[in-house]
């Protein structure tokens, strides 16, 4: 179905004929025209740097948690799709909308580790941290707390890592089930952000924190 | 000839197949209390606004039920014995004034039991009927399942298509399960805010304490002591924590149940809107929240609220005064909606669904099928005549009547017959038994009659299908590229006609090819007979021509008034050119020679494929909307009328080898060959 | 006839062409061809998109399709069935029938469908479409192409206004293969541009982010193009490239940037974000922008009215209330409405859409019109009205014949 296929006879034909040598530096192009000025052609908008030049409005230094442009642009490519390692022992759980992966581990599977990503802040890194502290049973840190949590590298860039015990109390749940730990890293930026969460009983958890690790150091976006 | 007779067959099978006895669903009800003719004519006439217009609530119940049971009417059997039928103006009587008789009719329409068994609940046969009551057992995980299919399937459609979102059967049904629950349940609990805590759904999802208070509460008078509040407002008190203040519980616990009422009473507009400017009608739900919002509308609100009440109050007492309280409320609201020039029609709309007339349409088709068979078993006789000249006015009665409903739904809508896909299974059948019937006046030769029996049967079968399937109303409003009357009367109006023929011609193609065929397998011939058919169908192809290409250009004529583009080769537009070059290739083939008598008809064959994919494959091709169930059944249809339509054209290319072995056989023999055919 | 030799011998070649050229039989092929084309070329829309699917199938001499999407075969384009069908008719339907009254009928019907082949061409030749859209307040006099982007290069004035604008349009643009270099250059600018890596779909993306590690392109000011495939909405399609400004000056240092279509203005009256640079003390700033043309008018949008159909978001109509302007002095005040265009000097204004996507009611909307010039504008109107007089003399005729006929014979017809 190329249509070169069908064209590539035809433009050899057509440059024997008219024996035009174009092979050497063919490469200049027909002279540059003017056009008409018309009234949108007053005002620019004179942006200093490339970030904000392709939309990204944050430094280039903190970009969309970790996805591609495609993704601000008003195309709305979607999320992309992710590539990771999976831990042994660790095995794949029926997702659910708001999970990208959602993996599960232990013998009955009562441990989990899920990616989900939001657009936009998602709340912001204070909220978030507040609200999985709140699931554990913690008190709410300050702004300045969570911002003083310890990172680990996610896509790339430094995520605020958090390690909690207590009673966990997912959502929904009115109850919460004693002796669990849980780990996280939080990605926030004005483009996006991203969470990892692991959760399971403390002994559990503790086991597979080097997994967590390798997990979470091998996630990437599929390209 | 012999063979005849067996045409019989089909007509027997499929008269037993409607008349042989159903297996009803069983209710838990003990016994069951029909309401009086004279109530639910009352009822009927009640208006609601949906789907953009104010229409008879008679409509809206039609649909409703069809939506959850595929059916127009509620079968049943109660504990007693009795078997019942419900019509759907009675079942909605039930659903909004006895909800507890409602919940244990079986109603909801289960394809496939793997969905029962999914939400937990055991399950009846394959596919079944069931109630409220059986399923609220799966309650809490249909919801479940069905919140997160129901974000697949906007990733789904977000994703364009991305297959990994893509519903399997059995996930779609569980979405379309648990939406007609929570439709039926919001029905039930319509009118919760007037029954002094009577709920009957989703009890469980207050506590105690608001149980209790809902006995003593009466939403309306409590509207009239709150302080003016928004939404917003509303939902922020109900969630702010316990503060263990006595006073400020109850006022929380008050607003939590006012909430609730308002929440449960959403989606019946039955209520005409206070200013007259305002063109949308709004629900009981919407009557209390913007009463609370604001003080000013508050007694006009609780005024509409108390006009509910009184519904359900008199629905507690004997049925006359329930009938009085509905001939009240119903002449209230045409008060107030006729000087909007709204539900003026509604009479006509309850005429168009009580008439039945597509229904009867399809009775007098089928009915004419078995007259006319009675004639073949003596044609050319005097008796075959009368028989023929019988079947040919029954079927034109059935054409009479499916044009008497055409005819209503463009009064009701002050529209040219076509505006809808609908539509044009009305229209198209009406034309084809129009052309059948034109033929048969004009050749008397049988032939005529049989294609409009056959085109009416097929047709009038297929609207009650796709309506059911549907399950939608079939009175819609137009998106705004359609709302030109002009438009809708020339080129839709003309094109279908375009398309109608080449149904015919279709069908003349059968006709011929399975005549030919028959007739060649027991020796014989008709040449005669086969001559005048090929020359009909001729005529028919050249009729579909000149509206399909009158049609289309004209299609063209108004994409270029609407978007300044004559031709823009979008599938649509496509479907009806192909339509054209297929009737312009069996002209110029037969002009080059290269098709006769036998190419026409197999030619036609071809143009009958065409006409179904332009008339249902085009919608198809990338609609996701409806992903699950419609589009499934209208590849598996056309698929199915392909299939059909290929075994005539292998019949085809049977007669075709034999005339070919003939005519060489006979050239030995050295006789001139057949003459060209003539350049008309 | 086909037992008769045929005089294959050169000086009766013309002879056979023309016979060729006036049968049915080419007629009949080509015909059913069409069809083929059409459906392939509609059922290919799923997959490859409105746009493409119309380029292949439709404006193209041949195409190879896929039969059952494994076997490659080669079938004549719609262009080519087009020009092909348009001789046979004038030479088979016009110069060889026999001019008496019984073929009148066919005879204009046949020139009625040259006339819409001819509108047909015509309008794939010279029309021009395009979009201009406006929130109400907003005026303009500048159509924009859908899908075609054009390399802008603009010197500024010191308030930021444009002194001129030059351009490499976007045919030439749209030439350049990814893995390609091309100069531009023009005596009038004291620089040469060379693009390399053009690409239809594009990505700037920033270092940081983690796709750009595994991406090809050459970093420049913390990022890098990535290629995409092309999109199936062809208007969605994002292009972008690499650019070096060679000064003319010898010795001077090129400049490099990435231009992408994402500094383009998006939304009505959104300004571009130019890549700036200085030579030789000049501002300038260059761009990738929808290619545009100038109407000889401007059109001031006053109001927008969009109206839905009660208690459902279904649109029932929206409609435009729009001043226009000639030389900046107020001309005429029009509705343009669904159905209902504007024509004015050779251009005509179609209520197309509107926007934002997603825009809830109260939302401050923009109105799109679709801005045609064609000359063939009207011609399928005058096309229609030919062939259906000369089809419906023909048939009418036939069907007299026809019925005459079969009551004469419907007695005996009977077996």
């Given amino acids: ?223 | ?680 | 006839m086909a037992n008769k030799k045929i005089d294959w011998s050169p000086k009766n070649w013309p002879k056979l062409l023309f016979q060729l050229f006036t049968s049915f039989k080419l007629a009949t092929v080509v015909l059913v061809f069409m069809t083929l084309i059409t459906l392939y070329g509609t059922l290919a829309q799923v997959e490859l998109g409105l746009f493409a699917a119309k380029k292949l199938y439709f404006h193209s001499f041949f195409v190879i399709h896929d039969f059952w999407g494994t076997i490659p075969m080669i079938l004549p384009g719609g262009l080519l069935l087009m020009i092909v069908l348009f001789t046979n008719m004038v030479f088979g339907a016009i110069i060889k029938s026999r001019k008496r009254w019984r073929g009148a009928g066919l005879l204009i019907s046949h020139t009625g469908m040259l006339m819409l082949l001819a509108s047909g061409f015509v309008t794939w030749a010279f029309a021009s479409d395009g979009y201009m859209a406006l929130y109400p307040g907003m005026k303009s006099d500048r159509v924009e192409s859908y899908r075609k982007w054009q390399f802008e290069i603009v010197p500024l004035k010191d308030d930021g206004s444009a002194e001129n604008v030059w351009i490499l349009p976007s045919d030439e643009l749209s030439s350049i293969r990814p893995d390609e270099k091309r100069v531009y250059q023009t005596d009038a600018l004291p620089f040469s541009i060379v693009i390399n890596g053009f690409s239809i779909n594009a990505t700037p993306v920033p270092l940081s982010a983690p796709i750009s590690a595994s991406a090809k392109g050459k970093e420049i000011d913390g990022f890098k193009l990535v290629p995409q495939d092309p999109a199936k909405e062809a208007a969605a399609n994002f292009p972008g490239c690499y650019v070096e400004f060679q000064p003319k000056e010898e010795g001077a240092k090129p400049i490099e940037a990435i231009i992408s279509a994402y500094s383009a203005g998006f939304g009505p009256g959104e300004k571009p974000m130019p890549f700036q640079f200085e030579v030789g003390g000049q501002k300038y700033g260059a761009l990738l922008a929808k290619k545009s043309w100038k109407v000889p008018f401007e059109v001031h949008l006053d109001e927008f009215i969009f109206d839905r159909h009660p208690g459902i978001s279904m649109a029932r109509g929206y409609e435009s209330k729009v001043t226009r302007l000639e030389e900046g002095k107020p001309e005429k005040a029009i509705e343009i409405k669904m159905n209902e265009p504007m024509r004015y000097e050779g251009f005509t204004f179609f209520q197309e859409s509107f926007g934002p996507a997603g825009s809830q009611p109260g939302d401050r909307m923009y109105s799109q019109f679709a801005v045609a010039n064609n000359p063939a504008d009207q011609w399928p109107l005058y096309s229609l009205i030919v062939t259906s007089c000369g089809l419906g003399i023909h048939f009418l005729t036939m069907l007299v014949q026809f019925i005459v006929r079969s009551r004469k014979k419907h007695a005996p017809a009977k077996s």
């Fill in chain 1, 1 to 223: 179905m190329n249509p070169k296929k069908i064209f590539l006879p035809l433009t050899l034909l057509a440059a024997a004929l008219l024996s035009v040598a174009c092979q050497d530096s063919g490469a200049t192009g027909p002279e540059l025209v003017q056009r008409e000025l018309s009234e949108a052609d007053n005002s620019f908008n004179l942006v200093d740097t490339s970030a904000e030049r392709f939309r990204y409005q944050t430094a280039p230094s903190n970009p969309h948690g970790g996805e591609t442009g495609a993704s601000v642009a008003p195309t709305g490519g979607g999320n992309p799709g992710l590539t990771y390692t999976t831990p042994e022992g660790w095995s794949e759980k029926a997702g659910s909308a708001m999970r990208d992966v959602n993996l599960g581990f232990g013998e009955n599977g009562e441990g989990e580790c899920y990616v989900a990503r939001l657009p936009g802040m998602g709340g912001g890194l204070l909220a978030n941290v507040n609200r999985w502290r709140q699931q554990m049973g913690a008190d709410a840190l300050t702004q300045a707390e969570a911002e003083a949590l310890p990172t680990k590298p996610l896509f790339g860039q430094p995520a605020s890592f958090i390690s909690l015990d207590g009673a966990f109390a997912g959502m929904g749940a009115s109850e919460g089930k004693g002796d669990y730990r849980m780990l996280g890293l939080i990605l926030a930026s004005d483009a996006g952000a991203v969470f990892v969460k692991m959760t399971g009983p403390q002994k559990l958890v503790k086991a597979n924190q080097k997994n967590f690790d390798i997990f979470t150091s091998s996630l990437d976006i599929s390209q």
């Fill in chain 2, 1 to 680: 000839m012999k063979i005849r007779p067996f045409f019989l067959l089909p007509i027997l099978l499929f008269t037993v197949g409607i008349t042989s006895a159903r297996e009803v669903p069983q209710a838990n009800l003990e016994s069951y209390q029909p309401w009086s003719e004279n109530t639910v004519h009352s009822f009927e006439n009640l208006l609601v606004q949906d789907g953009g217009r104010v229409k008879p609530i008679y409509s809206y119940a039609r649909f409703t039920l069809l939506q959850f049971s595929g059916k127009s009417t509620a079968r049943f059997a109660s504990n007693d014995g009795e078997k019942h039928s419900l019509h759907y103006s009675e079942w909605l009587l039930d659903v909004l004034f006895r909800g507890d008789v409602a919940k244990e009719l079986p109603i909801f329409v289960v394809d496939d039991s793997a969905v029962i068994v999914q939400i937990g609940v055991s399950p009846k046969s394959k596919r079944d009927r069931y109630s409220y009551s059986e399923l609220a057992a799966g309650r809490a995980k249909l919801a479940d399942l069905g919140a997160e299919y129901a974000e697949k399937q906007r990733k789904h459609q977000e994703s364009e298509k991305d297959p990994q979102y893509e519903l399997e059967r059995v996930e779609g049904m569980i979405l379309t399960l648990g939406r007609n629950i929570s439709a039926f349940e919001y029905l039930l609990g319509q009118f919760s805010f007037a029954r002094k805590g009577e709920l009957l759904v989703n009890e469980n999802i207050l506590p105690p304490e608001l149980l209790k208070l809902a006995a003593t509460l009466d939403p309306i008078e409590m509207l009239d002591k709150m302080p003016e509040m928004t939404l917003g407002e509303l939902v922020q008190v109900i969630r702010q924590p316990d503060t263990g203040d006595e006073d400020s519980r109850m006022f929380a616990g008050a607003l939590r149940l006012f909430f609730f009422y308002a929440n449960s009473a959403r989606g019946l507009s039955l209520i005409s809107p206070q200013d007259n400017e305002d063109e949308t009608w709004i629900s009981a739900s919407d009557a209390m929240l913007n009463g609370l919002e604001s003080k000013e509308i508050r007694p006009w609100a609780t005024e509409q609220l108390k006009g509910l009440q009184s519904l359900i109050e008199a629905s507690g007492e004997d049925e006359a005064t329930f009938q009085k309280a509905l001939t009240q409320f119903s002449d209230d609201q045409r008060e107030k909606a006729t000087p909007r020039g709204e539900g003026t029609r509604s009479h006509l709309e309850v005429q168009l669904y009580r008439g039945k007339y597509f229904m009867y349409a399809l009775y007098a088709f089928v009915f004419a099928f078995v007259i006319m068979a009675f004639s073949w078993f003596s044609p050319g006789s005097k008796f075959g005549r009368i028989m023929l000249l019988i079947a040919s006015l029954i079927a034109l009665v059935g054409l009479l009547l499916d044009v008497y409903g055409i005819t209503l739904r463009c009064i009701i809508r002050q529209r040219p017959p076509i505006t809808n896909l609908y539509d044009t299974v009305l229209f198209i059948t009406g034309t084809a038994v129009l052309l059948g019937l034109l033929i048969e006046y004009f050749t008397r030769l049988g032939v005529g009659t049989l294609i409009a029996i056959v085109a009416g049967v097929l047709g009038m079968f297929l609207s009650m299908k796709y309506e059911a399937k549907e399950a939608t109303d079939t009175i819609t409003q137009l998106v705004a590229v359609l709302d030109t009357n002009f438009w809708l009367a020339t080129h839709v109006t003309i094109i279908n006609i375009g398309y109608a023929a080449g149904l015919v011609a279709t069908l003349i193609g059968m006709l011929y090819l399975a005549g030919r065929f028959f007739v060649t397998l027991a020796g014989k011939e008709a040449k005669d007979f086969f001559k005048v058919l090929t020359r009909i169908n001729y005529g028919v192809i050249c009729f579909c021509l000149f509206f399909s290409l009158i049609g289309t250009v004209l299609g063209g004529i108004w994409a270029n008034y609407s978007w300044g583009r004559f031709w823009g080769w979008d599938p649509k537009e496509n479907g009806a050119l192909m339509i054209c070059l297929w009737t312009l290739v069996i002209l110029h083939g037969r002009m080059a020679g290269w098709i006769r008598e036998i190419g026409v008809h197999m030619n036609a064959i071809v143009l009958g494929i065409i006409v179904t994919f332009s008339w249902w494959g085009v919608n198809n091709l990338g609609v996701g909307l409806h992903s699950y169930g419609f589009t499934e059944g209208v590849w598996g249809t056309l698929y199915a009328s392909w299939v059909v339509l290929g075994v005539f054209l292998l019949m085809g290319v049977f007669s075709w080898i034999d005339e070919r072995a003939k005519k060489s056989a006979r050239r030995e023999d050295s006789t001139p060959k057949e003459a060209e055919p003539t350049s008309d």
